[in-house]
């Protein structure tokens, strides 16, 4: 058996604002704007009260992956 791949687990508040800034996001405006959810959404997900939707973790984990990768 195969281990689970950790880039389709939820994600915890301090990981969420490590992959923000790894991307340039410094407010969570700038993060909503980006992947097209509400200021609150992002709020609620830094404050622990809603888990980071597994989609939008993916997401950030591969965009974080790409911008470490050498071209």
Do not use: C
């Not at 058996?1 to 800034?21: F, G, I, N, Q």
């Not at 997900?45 to 984990?61: I, N, S, T």
């Amino acid at each position: 058996m195969t281990a689970p791949d950790p880039r389709l687990a939820s994600m915890a508040p301090d990981e969420l604002r490590s992959h923000m800034r790894a991307l340039g996001y410094r407010t969570q405006n700038d993060l909503a704007g980006a992947i097209g959810v509400s200021r609150s959404a992002v709020s609620l997900w830094l404050e622990g009260k809603v888990g980071v939707p597994r989609p939008v973790a993916m997401l950030l984990r591969m965009l974080v992956a790409a911008q470490r990768r050498p071209f």
